[in-house]
């Protein structure tokens, strides 16, 4: 899968989330995970590693208890999620929203230019920036700047040393990318209507994000503890673990404030973590622990 694919443009993130709607509504409004989490960030690293991700899918359904739609839907948990969000952005648009469209094309055009070398080097498949170069337009810019980001995050370890991008500039793209892309959209889309209920639905959709990660993640750190490898073929997606909460009434009625948060983050052992694993080393699923809720 090639991120740049998910991102081209809304009507296959709508797609997804036109497959996936009566799953996020019938999210109870009382079991929601928390919102701790930048959600454009966060849905961009589950789409940008999910086909690594997607690579253990058979191995993950024998498992007892784990639920395949983690794993099947899990494309379109983010997609719907990463849709839901940039569609319903609040009306005004930023005052530097020039500025920031600029500083996309710039950072873009970096990322292009040190992959010539990389690809020469063998980091990098020359079908994946041809894929990326084929679009047009700012969105097209936009959505190949958040392609590039999760391309170079895939091989960082390899090539941070030998190019001229560095983590600083990863991480303003993966903060421009999406805020470029969400721009652009706006401006075509002046006249949709957003539904009352717009940032409970979106609360609902990232717990199924959330959810389906959190099970992926657990299957491979059963899978992968050996090798220890888990936490870097799906990065965690927030700092803490936090809690499931009701959501307030300002929640309920507002779009939703976002912290930016790091994907290079360990991952932090909860206590459903810890029973969950309990029984690696032997021959227990990682889900049977827990199931009784």
Request: hydrophobic share 45%; proline share 4%.
């Amino acid at each position: 899968m090639i991120l740049s694919e998910n991102f081209k443009d809304l009507n296959t993130a709508e797609e997804a989330f036109r497959r996936v709607q009566s799953d996020i509504d019938a999210v109870p409004a009382d079991d929601i995970a928390a919102f701790n989490v930048d959600l454009v960030s966060a849905t961009s690293i589950v789409l940008g590693v999910a086909d690594r991700v997607l690579a253990f899918r058979e191995r993950m359904l024998t498992l007892p208890e784990f639920d395949r739609k983690a794993v099947d839907r899990l494309i379109d948990y983010a997609l719907a999620a990463w849709y839901l969000y940039i569609t319903n952005l609040p009306a005004a648009e930023p005052a530097d929203a020039e500025a920031i469209l600029s500083e996309m094309q710039a950072l873009r055009g970096k990322f292009l230019i040190w992959a010539v070398p990389l690809v020469a080097a063998g980091h990098f498949e020359q079908g994946a920036i041809d894929h990326i170069k084929e679009g047009s337009g700012q969105k097209d810019a936009a959505s190949d700047l958040v392609a590039l980001v999760g391309l170079y995050r895939a091989r960082w370890d390899a090539v941070k040393n030998i190019c001229g991008v560095t983590e600083a500039d990863l991480e303003r793209a993966a903060a421009v990318g999406p805020l470029a892309f969400a721009i652009v959209s706006r401006r075509e889309n002046k006249g949709s209507v957003v539904p009352t209920d717009v940032s409970l639905r979106i609360r609902r959709a990232w717990t199924l994000v959330d959810r389906s990660y959190s099970q992926c993640r657990r299957a491979l750190h059963f899978l992968r503890f050996e090798e220890g490898d888990f936490d870097e073929i799906a990065p965690n997606l927030r700092r803490n673990s936090g809690t499931r909460s009701t959501p307030s009434s300002a929640t309920a009625t507002a779009t939703p404030s976002t912290t930016t948060t790091s994907s290079t983050t360990a991952p932090p052992t909860s206590g459903v973590q810890a029973g969950a694993m309990s029984g690696i080393g032997g021959s227990a699923s990682p889900f049977v622990a827990t199931q009784a809720r």
